[in-house]
């Protein structure tokens, strides 16, 4: 079954330490992106890509960084910059409908919740 | 900035109809509803891509207005099964394929 893997599911860190998050997919997406979740806050963008070794900075960028030197990967990691990263994580690749451009169905990981201690 | 989206939460009961809204301060190419159930991920409910277009899954249908840069998510006759937190996400008018979230409405059926 195709879909997108996230690793690990939790994740306990102390302050200062830089955490890495995975994100593997088996869908031939071209697109990846990674979401942050709040209580009361919504999905709000990190980092996207839409091709290999290529990213771009989303809405809330700051404190963290991305890779994408496969397809099938797209590793996050939240740095010691990061001033409030406990947070739950969400990984999602798309792929456009056919003849609508811009038009990205959006497929989810199960997320990995990450707590600073 | 992300849309707009009302109520925050509703409760209803096994069978009432429910809509919420999403509005968005900057011009609108599609509109995209998810659902995502606690603990688990949001998961695709539809897409609209042209104002004024309707769209609908079984009892669950939507509409997008355009030139109000709105759209609304109706649950008809709602199920045990449609509960969850959904969510609008909008594409810009340039479709330069980042989908920005709104904050979610929490809907809770009850038997």
């Known amino acids: 079954d195709g879909g997108i893997t996230q690793s690990p599911k939790y994740l306990f860190r102390k302050e200062g330490q830089n955490v890495t998050l995975s994100c593997e997919q088996n869908?031939?997406?071209?697109?990846m992106y990674w979401y942050r979740q709040d209580p009361g806050q919504g999905l709000r963008l990190i980092y996207y890509?839409?091709?290999?070794?290529?990213?771009q900075k989303g809405d809330i960028a700051e404190g963290y960084s991305v890779s994408r030197e496969k397809k099938e990967s797209f590793p996050l990691t939240v740095t010691s910059a990061q001033k409030n990263p406990t947070a739950f994580y969400l990984c999602?690749?798309?792929?456009?409908?056919?003849?609508?451009?811009?038009?990205?169905?959006?497929?989810f990981g199960a997320g990995s919740r990450l707590t600073v201690l | 900035q992300q849309p707009v989206q009302s109520p925050q939460a509703v409760i209803l009961r096994e069978g009432e109809d429910a809509v919420i809204n999403c509005s968005s301060s900057?011009?609108?190419?599609?509109v995209h509803w998810y659902r995502q159930k606690h603990g688990e991920a949001p998961v695709f409910l539809m897409i609209?891509?042209?104002?004024?277009e309707q769209k609908g899954h079984e009892k669950i249908s939507a509409s997008f207005n355009e030139k109000k840069q709105q759209s609304s998510l109706y649950l008809t006759a709602s199920q045990l099964s449609y509960s969850g937190t959904y969510f609008c996400?909008?594409?810009?008018?340039?479709?330069?394929?980042?989908?920005?979230f709104g904050t979610g409405t929490r809907l809770t059926i009850i038997p």
């Open positions: 999602a690749s798309s792929i456009r409908l056919a003849g609508a451009s811009g038009a990205n169905v959006l497929t």
């Open positions: 996400g909008t594409e810009n008018n340039f479709g330069n394929e980042k989908l920005t």
């Open positions: 609209l891509l042209k104002g004024g």
């Open positions: 900057k011009a609108l190419y599609s």
């Open positions: 869908l031939n997406h071209d697109a």
């Open positions: 890509s839409q091709i290999v070794n290529d990213f």
